[in-house]
């Protein structure tokens, strides 16, 4: 079981997602659902932070909405760089939530280059602030990130010259750089249509078919897992 803490959380449905998977996995008893948990990492409590107080309540209400126990997570502000995570009004007075994480995750939040070296210094101050000093970080990336003046894309040596995957292929790779200079290495890279084979069977895929995974695929979307390397 995993403490996570989201950073950028917007409407919590990250979060959200990974808590209801936990919550209804342990209503679920069968011998085949317990095989399949064997694989799979479940989270014990999330901790769901933005910097937007609106964002923060949407977040809360949510939650209530879902039934999620208030025992299982916290709600707190925080901006991505500080090393401040700050109490919320709506996070849980009672609840005792010690900074102390083994995986932080981010989702779809690259909308501009020049905030990822805000969120790869958030993530690690997350994970050295407890015990863990090798935790992960998960961040869920589509390809919407801009580049400007200040983050240029990086050239690409070996890529055929007009190749359309190109801008793609440089962000990924500039991405994985600047995480490695905050002692993060690259563990796994999982693309939308590997998850066809990762998901458990029972998995609703209603919303998430084979359409869906080809166009996300074709955008070049990825999830990236890092881990966080000790000096």
């Known amino acids: 079981e995993k403490r996570i803490l989201e950073l950028g959380s917007g409407t919590g449905i ?6 209801r998977t936990a919550t209804t996995d342990e209503s679920e008893p069968s011998s085949s659902h317990r095989n399949n948990q064997q694989d799979r990492i479940q989270a014990s409590f999330c901790c769901l932070t933005d910097a ?12 209530d909405v879902n039934t999620v126990p208030r025992s299982s997570y916290s709600i707190k502000t925080h901006l991505w760089g500080t090393t401040e995570f700050g109490s919320n009004s709506e996070s849980n007075e009672e609840e005792q939530d010690p900074m102390n994480f083994d995986t ?5 939040v690259l909308y501009d280059i020049g905030m990822l ?10 994970l050295t602030m407890g015990s863990s000093q090798e935790g992960h970080f998960i961040l869920s990336h589509v390809p919407r990130a801009c580049y400007n003046s200040h983050h240029p894309p990086p050239s690409s040596t070996h890529a055929s010259h007009g190749d359309k995957h190109d801008p793609v292929q440089n962000l990924e790779d500039y991405i994985v750089n600047q995480a490695r200079q ?8 999982i693309q939308p249509l590997d998850l066809n084979c990762t998901l458990p069977n029972k998995w609703p895929l209603d919303a998430l078919n084979d359409a869906t995974l080809e166009e996300m ?14 000096p």
Do not use: H, Y
Request: glycine content about 8%; overall charge negative; charged content about 20%.
């Open 52 to 63: 937007d107080p609106d964002a923060l309540r949407l977040c809360r209400r949510n939650c």
């Open 117 to 126: 070296e805000g969120i790869l210094q958030s993530a690690k101050t997350a």
């Open 104 to 108: 932080v995750m981010a989702a779809d």
């Open 182 to 189: 905050c002692n993060f290495d690259l563990v796994q890279r």
């Open 217 to 230: 695929q074709d955008m070049g979307a990825a999830i990236f897992i890092f881990q966080l390397q000790t």
């Open 14 to 19: 990250a979060g959200l997602g990974v808590l």
